[in-house]
C-alpha cells in the first residue's frame, strides 16, 4: 500500500512540474502576443521595422524564459521521476511544433493590430 502510494505521488509530481512549466510557456506567449502591440507602439508607429523582428524578440524572450524553468524539470525527472530514456527526445518536435504555432498567433495578433493602429 505504501509503494502504490510513493509511485502515485512521485508521478503526480512529475506530471504537475512538467504541465506547470509548459502551461506557463504557453501562458508567456499568448499574454505577451496580446501586450506586444502596446510594448511595441512607438517602434510600429515611428520605424519601418519588420512585425517578425517584434515579434522574434517576444518570442525570443519566452524560449529563454522556458529554457530556465527546464530546469525545475531536469532536477525533477533526474531526483523523482522515472529517469531519462531516449522516448523523452520527443519532446523536442514538440516544442518546436509548439513553438512555430506560437509564432503564428503573435504574427497574426501583431498584424491585425497593426491594421489599426496605422489606419
Known amino acids: 500500500m505504501v509503494d502504490a502510494v510513493q509511485i502515485g505521488c512521485t ?3 512529475t506530471f504537475f512540474s ?4 509548459v502551461w506557463t510557456y504557453i ?6 502576443s496580446c501586450n506586444g502591440f502596446v510594448q511595441f ?3 510600429i508607429k515611428q520605424s519601418s521595422t519588420s512585425f517578425c523582428s517584434l515579434i522574434l524578440r517576444i518570442l525570443s524572450r519566452n524560449v529563454i524564459v522556458f529554457a530556465h524553468n527546464f530546469i525545475i524539470i531536469a532536477i525533477v525527472i533526474t ?3 522515472p529517469g531519462w530514456h531516449f522516448k523523452m ?3 523536442l518536435p514538440g516544442l518546436l ?3 512555430t504555432s506560437l509564432f503564428s498567433v503573435l504574427s497574426f495578433s501583431l498584424s491585425y493590430v497593426h491594421v ?3 489606419y
Not at 512538467?18 to 512549466?21: E, H, M, P, R, W
Not at 501562458?27 to 505577451?32: G, R
Request: hydrophobic share 70%.
Open 11 to 13: 508521478r503526480i509530481f
Open 79 to 81: 531526483l523523482v521521476g
Open 27 to 32: 501562458l508567456l506567449q499568448l499574454t505577451e
Open 116 to 118: 489599426f493602429v496605422m
Open 89 to 91: 527526445l520527443w519532446f
Open 18 to 21: 512538467i504541465v506547470q512549466v
Open 97 to 99: 511544433i509548439l513553438t
Open 41 to 43: 507602439d512607438y517602434i
